[in-house]
């Protein structure tokens, strides 16, 4: 599922409506601990 934001695809797997997100760690982060979706965990990392 494609989304318009990190911040939608973020919303979506905090909801239960998808499983999982990739995304820029660092920004994932940022969002995850400003919005308090402590239920949200990065488990990895790619290369590009």
Do not use: C, H, P
């Not at 905090?14 to 920004?27: I, K, T, Y």
């Not at 308090?36 to 990065?42: C, E, N, R, V």
Request: aromatic residues 8%; without cysteine; negative net charge.
């Amino acid at each position: 599922m494609l989304t318009d934001s990190e911040r939608e695809g973020l919303e979506k797997v905090a909801q239960g409506e998808v499983d999982v997100f990739v995304g820029s760690m660092f920004s994932v982060n940022a969002y995850i601990q400003q919005q308090g979706l402590t239920s949200l965990k990065i488990a990895g990392w790619g290369e590009s």
